[in-house]
């Protein structure tokens, strides 16, 4: 194992049951980086952060968080982390302030120390006016940065973050984002759980696709779109047209089969991208008498990579797992 | 964003592992108390139940329940109703632990470097302070309607002491029971099917005397009946189960002790191993 992983696993099992949370993953995080952990509800991510977390003892394998064992040193690796789950872990009765600089405490800052820190995180995360109000009337995004901000009261070297910004609205979620990135300027070692893609895209060095409690691919982002190698094509066909005519059409440029669907208009196919090819399509498509609204080809997208790897989208199923990975 | 501004004179890493632990009792009990202060209906179970309770026993049920070797029923109320009146903290505490493993506070105490028996440990202090006031109210009511303490200080106080201890055991029943239920519905519930038999198939209320044969060696022995006799004997009042022959009728003192000893080794211990390897 190398000096230089702030966090390091090898082959983590963890059973529920007949279950398999995490069924032999493997990770390595460098110092410094944002690694994302990608997958469906139910696909082991969570379960994996809490056994780097020592929440849970895994039934097999071994981990190290900056070197110290998650079994055998649980109280040391407990010191250097900052866990923000998916529910905000606050105390809603209490003010936003006493909630910090209780954690503060408790992560071993003495109690002057803890209240400034406090005071610095309020700041920071825009929280200073609801400071002294009780956790139960902030919104969901200021919960979230309360919770963060009380992950990172003892200044941890490796945080780790289970799906920080689902269920939140867009504009919380780009403030999350930037507050995620300001982090990692900061030196911070950053392990992110998360089902969205672009999230993982926008904000990850390197990206572990995990689905059965695995990972089944792994690299940066750029890496794991460029494996799929090649474009995407998109036509969205006039009313009325044929979309089983259109697919036999397109047959000739596209690398995978398209399965159309007669209620929806819109035809999506992996293909070689060669100069003309729009044209070449139009024609095609025209010559069988198809007609075209909309034409676009584009890169594979992560959804792209992720639906080719695990057969399914990264929110399809969501629902249905989701109480399975909750009880995990 | 978030500039080190931590010296090692802002961490407590240099103290003794007991000071670390004591600190965090501290830490959190201060949070309980402070989640009461801004919730102070929470203290309803300790301040507006018993005052009810004792009314209706006194003024409804007492005049239809006769005490075996004399004595009026409001002195021989009270004595049961301090047993009720800190026994009944134990859903609140199994509900608080409950509420506290679903928003996931527990989760982060158990990710921060901070004693582990120090979050059950606050908990029940916590509830041992809410104890207090339940005795103080229920003395105060008991006064109200013409108890009184006829031994004097010394044993009052020892009647006192021997209803916190039992409060303080039955609370670490409470703790494991929040710890194995997943729902603040269902702690509520289970609370209240266990307390209430517990309560009410005693000498709390009633004299066991007046109970089926069957149920009586069950009353006797119930730790409620105890905690009971032991209170009338030490304030003075009428004690109809000094004539029962069961043991712990005879040595009420000696039997709380050993009833909140035992509750203690088996609970305290079973919710510190719950909460360790607890798997949500």
């Given at each position: 194992?190398?000096?230089?992983?702030?966090?390091?696993?090898?082959?983590?099992?963890?059973?529920?049951?007949?279950?398999?949370?995490?069924?032999?993953?493997?990770?390595?995080?460098?110092?410094?980086?944002?690694?994302?952990?990608?997958?469906?509800?139910?696909?082991g991510?969570?379960?994996?952060?809490?056994?780097l977390?020592?929440?849970l003892?895994?039934?097999?394998?071994?981990?190290?968080?900056?070197?110290?064992?998650?079994?055998?040193?649980?109280?040391a690796?407990r010191?250097?982390?900052?866990?923000?789950?998916?529910?905000?872990?606050?105390?809603?009765?209490?003010?936003?302030r006493?909630?910090?600089?209780?954690?503060?405490?408790?992560?071993?800052l003495?109690?002057?120390?803890?209240?400034?820190?406090?005071?610095?995180?309020?700041?920071?995360?825009?929280?200073?006016?609801?400071?002294g109000?009780?956790?139960?009337?902030?919104?969901?995004?200021?919960?979230?940065?309360?919770?963060?901000?009380?992950?990172?009261?003892?200044?941890?070297?490796?945080?780790?973050?289970?799906?920080?910004?689902?269920?939140?609205?867009?504009?919380?979620?780009?403030?999350?984002?930037?507050?995620?990135?300001?982090?990692?300027?900061?030196?911070?070692?950053?392990?992110?759980?998360?089902?969205?893609?672009?999230?993982?895209d926008?904000?990850?060095?390197?990206?572990?696709?995990?689905?059965?409690?695995?990972?089944?691919?792994?690299?940066?982002?750029?890496?794991?779109?460029?494996?799929?190698?090649?474009?995407?094509?998109?036509?969205?066909?006039?009313?009325?047209?044929?979309?089983?005519?259109?697919?036999?059409?397109?047959?000739?440029?596209?690398?995978?089969?398209?399965?159309?669907?007669?209620?929806?208009?819109?035809?999506?196919?992996?293909?070689?991208?060669?100069?003309?090819?729009?044209?070449?399509?139009?024609?095609?498509?025209?010559?069988?008498?198809?007609?075209?609204?909309?034409?676009?080809?584009?890169s594979?997208?992560?959804?792209?990579?992720?639906?080719?790897?695990?057969?399914?989208?990264?929110?399809?199923?969501?629902?249905?797992?989701?109480?399975?990975?909750?009880?995990? | 964003?978030?500039a080190?501004?931590?010296?090692?004179?802002?961490?407590?890493t240099?103290?003794?592992?007991?000071?670390?632990?004591?600190?965090?009792?501290?830490?959190?009990?201060?949070?309980?108390l402070?989640?009461?202060?801004?919730?102070?209906?929470?203290?309803?179970?300790?301040?507006?139940?018993?005052?009810?309770?004792?009314?209706?026993?006194?003024?409804?049920?007492?005049?239809?329940?006769?005490?075996?070797?004399?004595?009026?029923?409001?002195?021989?109320?009270?004595?049961?109703?301090?047993?009720?009146?800190?026994?009944?903290?134990?859903?609140?505490?199994?509900?608080?632990?409950?509420?506290?493993?679903?928003?996931?506070?527990?989760?982060?105490?158990?990710?921060?470097?901070?004693?582990?028996?120090?979050?059950?440990?606050?908990?029940?202090?916590?509830?041992?302070?809410?104890?207090?006031?339940?005795?103080?109210?229920?003395?105060l009511?008991?006064?109200?309607?013409?108890?009184?303490?006829?031994?004097?200080?010394?044993?009052?106080?020892?009647?006192?002491?021997?209803?916190?201890?039992?409060?303080?055991?039955?609370?670490?029943?409470?703790?494991?029971l929040?710890?194995?239920?997943?729902?603040?519905?269902?702690?509520?519930?289970?609370?209240?099917?266990i307390?209430?038999?517990?309560?009410?198939?005693?000498s709390?209320?009633?004299?066991?005397?007046?109970?089926?044969?069957?149920?009586?060696?069950?009353?006797?022995?119930?730790?409620?009946s105890?905690?009971?006799?032991?209170?009338?004997?030490?304030?003075?009042?009428?004690?109809?189960?000094?004539?029962?022959?069961?043991?712990?009728?005879?040595?009420?003192?000696?039997?709380?002790?050993?009833?909140?000893?035992?509750?203690l080794?088996?609970?305290?211990?079973?919710?510190?191993?719950?909460?360790?390897?607890?798997?949500?």
């Open positions: 194992m190398s000096d230089n992983a702030a966090i390091e696993a090898e082959g983590l099992v963890k059973h529920y049951g007949k279950t398999k949370a995490l069924n032999g993953l493997d990770l390595t995080v460098a110092r410094g980086t944002v690694y994302g952990l990608l997958g469906p509800n139910g696909a991510k969570t379960t994996a952060v809490r056994v977390a020592t929440l003892r895994p039934d097999g394998g071994r981990a190290r968080v900056m070197g110290h064992d998650v079994t055998t040193q649980a109280g690796v010191r250097v982390i900052g866990l923000t789950g998916q529910y905000a872990a606050l105390d809603e009765l209490l003010t936003g006493s909630n910090l600089v209780m954690i503060g405490e408790l992560s071993r003495t109690g002057k120390a803890a209240r400034r820190r406090a005071d610095e995180l309020l700041e920071q995360f825009d929280l200073t006016d609801a400071a109000r009780a956790v139960k009337t902030y919104s969901g995004g200021m919960r979230r940065r309360l919770d963060l901000a009380a992950s990172l009261i003892g200044h941890p070297a490796v945080l780790f973050l289970d799906e920080p910004t689902t269920g939140l609205d867009p504009s919380a979620r780009a403030l999350m984002w930037d507050i995620v990135r300001q982090l990692v300027a900061d030196g911070t070692t950053l392990l992110l759980t998360t089902q969205y893609l672009d999230e993982a926008q904000l990850a060095d390197r990206i572990a696709v995990i689905d059965g409690g695995k990972v089944i691919a792994e690299g940066t982002p750029t890496e794991l779109k460029a494996s799929m190698g090649g474009q995407r094509l998109l036509i969205t066909l006039a009313e009325g047209s044929d979309a089983s005519v259109a697919a036999a059409a397109l047959r000739p440029f596209t690398t995978a089969p398209i399965i159309p669907n007669d209620w929806d208009r819109l035809i999506e196919a992996p293909v070689t991208a060669t100069d003309g090819l729009a044209t070449e399509v139009v024609r095609a498509l025209d010559a069988a008498g198809v007609k075209v609204n909309d034409i676009a080809v584009r594979a997208s992560l959804d792209d990579v992720f639906l080719t790897l695990t057969g399914h989208t990264a929110e399809e199923n969501a629902e249905e797992n989701e109480k399975q990975e909750v009880s995990a | 964003m978030t080190v501004t931590l010296s090692p004179a802002d961490l407590t240099e103290r003794s592992p007991l000071l670390q632990s004591l600190g965090d009792v501290w830490v959190l009990t201060k949070r309980s402070a989640r009461i202060r801004r919730e102070p209906e929470t203290l309803s179970n300790v301040t507006i139940q018993p005052v009810m309770f004792i009314l209706m026993f006194a003024y409804v049920f007492g005049g239809a329940i006769g005490i075996p070797g004399g004595g009026g029923y409001h002195s021989y109320l009270v004595g049961g109703m301090l047993g009720m009146s800190l026994a009944q903290t134990a859903p609140g505490t199994a509900v608080a632990v409950v509420s506290d493993m679903e928003t996931g506070l527990i989760d982060r105490f158990r990710s921060l470097p901070m004693s582990r028996a120090a979050v059950l440990t606050a908990r029940t202090i916590a509830d041992l302070l809410t104890q207090v006031i339940g005795a103080t109210v229920t003395a009511v008991g006064l109200a309607i013409g108890w009184r303490i006829e031994n004097g200080a010394g044993p009052a106080i020892e009647a006192f002491a021997l209803a916190l201890l039992f409060g303080y055991a039955f609370t670490w029943a409470g703790v494991c929040g710890m194995v239920l997943r729902s603040a519905e269902a702690a509520q519930q289970a609370g209240f099917i307390f209430l038999p517990l309560t009410f198939i005693s709390a209320f009633v004299p066991t005397q007046g109970m089926p044969g069957w149920l009586q060696p069950v009353a006797e022995w119930n730790p409620m105890s905690l009971a006799a032991a209170c009338r004997q030490l304030f003075g009042n009428p004690n109809p189960a000094a004539a029962v022959h069961a043991w712990p009728a005879q040595h009420p003192e000696l039997a709380v002790v050993c009833w909140s000893v035992a509750m080794v088996v609970f305290a211990p079973l919710a510190v191993h719950l909460y360790r390897t607890k798997a949500r």
